[in-house]
């Protein structure tokens, strides 16, 4: 007996043009196959496979910086997300993030006692 393979689920696939320090905007590009989410992006970040905020923002319904007509469509990607690897790694780095401003803060009341103790 043959075994049929399962056909290919179409990705949904969908282009934002998002305006960053460049005079042309970016290029961002989501792309959902059944739970898989990819991300490319032109700015350079993105061109060399390192965190882009242009990806992260679209990814979690933000539509600041989307200069391309297709605003509705940054919330048709955020609801992809739930459920994801991707959705994992961004609340990763949130909370890194967190910690980091935490420890930023710490630091900067550290020298603050510091540099009072020598005025003592």
Not at 74 to 95: F, H, R
Request: net charge positive.
């Amino acid at each position: 007996m043959k075994r049929r393979m399962p056909e290919a689920t179409p990705a949904d696939h969908l282009e934002f043009l998002v305006q960053g320090s460049a005079p042309e905007p970016y290029r961002t590009i989501i792309e959902r196959r059944g739970n898989n989410l990819t991300a490319t992006c032109t700015c350079p970040a993105g061109q060399n496979g390192i965190y882009c905020k242009h990806r992260i923002r679209i990814l979690q319904g933000i539509t600041e910086n989307v200069v391309s007509n297709n605003l509705e469509e940054v919330a048709v990607v955020a609801s992809w997300l739930p459920g994801t690897d991707v959705q994992k790694a961004i609340v990763e780095v949130s909370e890194a993030q967190q910690v980091l401003t935490m420890a930023e803060k710490n630091l900067a009341a550290a020298k603050k006692r510091f540099a009072q103790s020598l005025r003592d």
